[in-house]
Every structure is written in structure tokens, then in C-alpha cells.
């Protein structure tokens, strides 16, 4: 049971360039989460999906898009990265059908920096 | 809409002794749950303790307790005997329950332990 893993752990980019962030998670979680983490600001939400088929935006969407691609998996695309963009990346994860509300479950996180 | 403040970015503590970390938010709900997150160098984040706000009695994880004061809004964790593995960041996490799937998370208060 490997809980929510992230690829890559580093990244470098050069502005412009694109990239995606894989996470999968195998706890049967319904939702799943993608945060941002910068120095003093703690933990801010990019996206969200509540369920399979759905996504949302959360505080910090712009220059972000996302793909729930199925069940286990929730991508993050950055399509013309910007330095702005340069942050520890996390995943997430919660809510598995017919359970009690249980905590989130994090991914080990994805150190993007851009030039 | 919800928020949560950690009002201090950093504390001490001397090894063995105890410390508490101050937590407040702002909510119009009356059933949510609280959550404090320990994250150490390795970046990963860790469940340290929920709390339901229907129960009224404080969560207690080994030597980590909460003071939960509903009216106050206010949910501070105590670290009892504290230790260097202790040392890390710590968020304070917010959930709703009313058809919202986003969690608030604080900026943070970085915890030093000192031998």
C-alpha cells in the first residue's frame, strides 16, 4: 500500500517550458487535492476534484490546469512555466465512499524550480 | 469564508518540557473537524491529531493534546516531554462539513527544540 505518490521529486524549467506533475493514490480516496507550499504562506490549494469527473478551483488556480484522469489519478499541468511558479508542489488525498470524514493523506511533494 | 491563523511563526522549547502552538479560525458552520499536521525536514506531512467539533472533549495522541474551545474558535496543540524528533513545522487545518471537500490550512509555526 504505497499511499499517494508524486512524480517527479525535483524539476528544474526554464521559463516557457511546460511540464506535468503525476500523482496516483491507492487508498480508493474519492477526493483528491494539489497545493502549493511557499515560505510564510503555508499550504494554498491550486485544485481540487471532489470525485471522479469533477475538478474545481481553488485559491491559487491561474497558469495551472489539472486532469482527474480516473479514480487514482490527478494530474497537474503547467503549460508556460513562470518563476513565480517555483514552489514545493503536494498532492493529496481524502475520503474514502462510506467512511467517516477522515484526514488528508499527502504525497511526498515535488520541489519545481523555474529559471 | 473559512480561515485559520497561526499567530506565531516560530517557537522554542527546551527538550523534555512543554510547549503549545496557538490555532484560530473562522467559521459560520457548526459542525467541522480540525486537524494539526507536523511537517519535519523531509517535507512529508504527517497527521498528528483531529478533532470533531461535536465532541467536546479534547483529542489526545500520546503526548499530544488539543485545547478545543468551540466558542472561542480557538484550537491549540500542547507537545508534552518534548523531544528533538519533535522539531519541525506544524499546520492547523480546517474542514467543513457542509458540502464544501476544501481544506484551510494556516501559514505554519516552525518548532525548535533545543537540547
Known amino acids: 500500500n504505497a499511499g499517494v505518490t508524486q512524480t517527479p521529486k525535483f524539476q528544474v524549467l526554464k521559463t516557457g517550458q511546460s511540464m506535468t506533475l503525476q500523482c496516483a493514490q491507492d487508498m480508493n480516496h474519492n477526493s483528491m487535492y494539489w497545493y502549493r507550499q511557499d515560505p510564510g504562506m503555508g499550504l494554498r490549494l491550486i485544485y481540487y476534484?471532489?470525485?471522479?469527473?469533477?475538478?474545481d478551483k481553488g485559491e491559487v488556480p491561474n497558469g495551472y490546469n489539472v486532469s482527474r484522469l480516473n479514480k487514482r489519478e490527478f494530474s497537474l499541468r503547467l503549460e508556460s512555466a513562470a518563476p513565480s511558479q517555483t514552489s514545493v508542489y503536494f498532492c493529496a488525498s481524502s475520503e474514502a465512499s462510506g467512511l467517516p470524514l477522515s484526514e488528508q493523506y499527502f504525497g511526498p511533494g515535488t520541489r519545481l524550480t523555474v529559471t | 469564508a473559512q480561515t485559520v491563523t497561526q499567530s506565531q511563526p516560530e517557537m522554542s522549547v527546551q527538550e523534555a518540557e512543554t510547549v503549545t502552538l496557538s490555532c484560530t479560525y473562522d467559521t459560520s458552520e457548526s459542525d467541522y473537524y480540525l486537524f494539526w499536521y507536523k511537517q519535519p525536514p523531509s517535507r512529508q506531512m504527517i497527521l498528528v491529531i483531529r478533532?470533531?467539533?461535536?465532541?467536546?472533549q479534547n483529542a489526545t495522541e500520546n503526548r499530544f493534546s488539543v485545547n478545543f474551545q468551540k466558542a472561542a474558535k480557538s484550537f491549540s496543540l500542547k507537545i508534552s516531554d518534548s523531544q528533538l524528533g519533535d522539531a519541525a513545522m506544524y499546520f492547523c487545518?480546517?474542514?467543513?462539513?457542509?458540502?464544501?471537500?476544501?481544506?484551510?490550512f494556516g501559514t505554519g509555526t516552525r518548532l525548535k527544540v533545543l537540547a
Open positions: 476534484s471532489a470525485s471522479e469527473g469533477t475538478t
Open positions: 487545518a480546517y474542514r467543513g462539513t457542509s458540502g464544501t471537500y476544501k481544506y484551510i
Open positions: 478533532q470533531e467539533a461535536y465532541k467536546q
